[in-house]
């Protein structure tokens, strides 16, 4: 079992930067892949970006490539996201998410196991 907590969003000005963290409980952070995920209004959830349990594979969606990072610290138990170039279309509640896997290399994109409770972030234009 695995509890995941993001830290505050905010309000940003389009242009602007935030950074996102997560901090899990549980002993199996280190061998799970991290995902983070994002739900404007009135849309589905979707993903956002991902990196495995070997903190070198990520994936991102088209939409973030070269705006957002995503990294890790295994000692802490924590993944962080990154978020320059802000747009007002970055406008959403974002998830943390959590799947352990066999697999170092695995970046999933979806059939998350665990996930936080969301915070909100909000791109003024």
């Known amino acids: 079992q695995m509890q995941l907590t993001e830290s505050a969003g905010g309000l940003v000005e389009a242009g602007g930067s935030l950074k996102l963290s997560c901090e899990a409980s549980?002993?199996?952070?280190?061998?799970?892949?991290m995902g983070w995920f994002r739900q404007a209004p009135g849309k589905e959830r979707e993903f956002v970006a991902g990196i495995a349990w070997n903190g070198i594979h990520r994936n991102y969606d088209d939409s973030v490539k070269g705006r957002f990072f995503i990294s890790r610290d295994n000692a802490k138990n924590t993944v962080y996201l990154q978020m320059n170039s802000l747009k007002p279309e970055d406008t959403a509640v974002y998830y943390c998410?959590?799947?352990?896997?066999?697999?170092?290399?695995?970046?999933?994109?979806?059939?998350?196991?665990?996930w936080g409770q969301g915070t909100q972030v909000t791109v003024s234009s």
């Open positions: 998410a959590a799947k352990p896997l066999l697999h170092s290399h695995l970046v999933p994109t979806e059939r998350y196991d665990y």
């Open positions: 549980g002993r199996t952070f280190s061998r799970s892949a």
